[in-house]
């Protein structure tokens, strides 16, 4: 790609939603401005900003931020670490696949929220019932998502990695694992999606801090410009968090994976 | 006689209810180059596969003095692995590091591969592809190299140049080989010996000695007499 063709995507990938996002904005400002709303229900631009710089100021929000990534972290990493290996042995075995599937299948479509009740009972307030919320919500996902990815490896690379000597526990990091990471990391990117979205649920139940928390502390102080503050703060991260999982996709051994 | 290297006595093999192989006999010596040719699905892929130690005989047996590598139609490169890595995965384990460097350069060279070296195979043409796979089999110096269609899914011009290839590396590293391929010009222009099967459950229906010297071209003495043999014996005249 030439340098000016790069700078033309770089504008257009750039300038083009940032062109969009100024135009709500003013959408939004002049409607305000025009008294289009009831008061109280859709705070000023100004407002929120205002809620913004305090909410910055007074390092309540990194607090929130800080708690509310803490709970991501921990469930999503929890939900990875024991989802990848249970999907790695249902892709390889018939059997077990056919005795846990449907079990999975069936844990899987139950909304993290139903699990509220319990997550309360079992683990109180604080950060373990949302820790486990987003374990749920994530692990049966990458569970399912590895399942298909390792039973779909190609048959031959299995009998190259025979004729090669390769022991089973190098054909388990040197095949199989390399074989499904492009896969593994779309399926990681769309779960992180999901954990960041089932941690804001979480935060308005079983604990007092989180971006989840300040959003209905907000509404129940009627601040609703503080409310769409933490809005803006969960749907900025969550753009984080997509880009680093998406960057993954560039490294060397799995960009086979999404260009071919 | 050269000694077997692969000995295959009342072979069979069924999959449940399907009988794909049936009293194969066949002995193969050290160095021949021994093409299968036979009808669509007779069993050809499941013979190299017996052959390869990736599927055990239900029936008879195959003594193999050696091991073997086998290159695919495509698809037996590990995509996240570049040129470079696939040929080191080639190579014995014992080799000492600057060796295993040494021996990779020279095969990239042979293969014509060295500034591809750091490519993916994605990033490669199809008739590369199959060289990268041709150099990780040579390097590893096995006796045996089993060939399943390896050239089936490139362009006609590619595939002819790829014969030529395979014909002048092996000419300098002599190998065992069984090529399996539907192509008879192929089979005729590469092998010592043709081997054509029966319609499945396969057996050996005849054996066809090629004239030596390789490749050869469509007018080399004997090449004509022994393509119209084979399409004869697959019931194509």
Redo the contacts between chains.
């Keep these: 790609m030439t340098r000016g063709r790069a700078g033309a995507m770089t504008l257009l990938r750039l300038g083009l939603p940032a062109a969009i996002g100024l135009a709500l904005l003013a959408a939004w400002w002049l409607a305000c401005a025009a008294g289009r709303f009831p008061a109280g229900t859709v705070p000023r631009p100004g407002d929120v900003l205002r809620a913004f710089a305090d909410q910055a100021r007074t390092g309540r929000l990194l607090e929130d931020v800080v708690a509310s990534l803490f709970r991501v972290a921990w469930g999503f990493a929890t939900a990875v670490v024991a989802a990848i290996p249970l999907g790695l042995v249902l892709g390889r075995s018939l059997a077990t696949r056919a005795a846990l599937l449907p079990w999975i299948n069936f844990f899987r479509n139950l909304s993290p929220i139903a699990w509220i009740p319990f997550a309360i009972v079992w683990f109180g307030i604080g950060d373990p019932p949302a820790i486990f919320l987003i374990f749920l919500a994530t692990f049966f996902q990458i569970a399912l998502a590895t399942t298909a990815a390792a039973g779909s490896v190609p048959r031959v690379y299995y009998r190259v990695a025979h004729e090669l000597g390769l022991s089973r526990g190098a054909v388990l990091f040197q095949v199989t694992f390399p074989a499904i990471l492009p896969q593994l990391i779309t399926a990681l990117r769309v779960a992180i999606g999901v954990a960041w979205m089932v941690v804001v649920a979480a935060e308005m139940i079983a604990v007092r801090s989180g971006l989840g928390f300040l959003i209905v502390d907000a509404r129940n102080g009627l601040r609703m410009d503080l409310v769409v503050c933490g809005m803006i703060a969960v749907g900025a991260i969550g753009i984080g968090l997509d880009l680093v999982f998406a960057r993954l996709a560039r490294i060397a051994s799995v960009r086979w994976g999404f260009e071919r | 006689m050269t000694e077997a290297v692969l000995e295959l006595r009342g072979l069979g093999f069924e999959h449940p209810g399907v009988a794909v192989i049936d009293d194969l006999d066949l002995e193969i010596a050290r160095g021949d180059f021994v093409v299968c040719v036979g009808p669509s699905g007779c069993g050809k892929s499941t013979l190299l596969?017996l052959l390869?130690?990736?599927l055990h005989p239900t029936r008879g047996t195959i003594a193999r003095r050696g091991?073997?590598?086998?290159i695919?139609q495509d698809?037996?490169l590990?995509?996240?692995?570049t040129v470079r890595q696939h040929i080191a995965?080639?190579l014995p384990?014992d080799l000492a590091p600057a060796r295993a460097a040494h021996k990779i350069d020279e095969w990239l060279e042979v293969t014509r591969l060295a500034e591809f070296a750091h490519h993916?195979?994605?990033q490669l043409s199809g008739g590369m592809r199959q060289r990268v796979e041709l150099a990780r089999a040579l390097a590893a110096e096995t006796d045996i190299l089993l060939l399943d269609e390896p050239f089936a899914a490139l362009d006609y011009q590619t595939r002819a140049r790829m014969r030529r290839e395979l014909a002048s590396t092996l000419a300098d590293r002599p190998r065992t080989v069984v090529l399996v391929t539907h192509d008879i010009d192929e089979a005729v222009q590469l092998g010592d010996r043709v081997v054509v099967l029966g319609p499945r459950p396969a057996s050996v229906r005849r054996i066809i000695d090629l004239p030596s010297g390789r490749p050869r071209s469509p007018t080399t003495p004997g090449v004509a007499d022994a393509a119209h043999a084979i399409m004869k014996e697959l019931g194509l005249t």
């Design positions: 596969a390869g130690g990736h091991h073997s590598r086998t695919y698809g037996g590990f995509p996240w692995l995965q080639g384990r993916h195979p994605h």
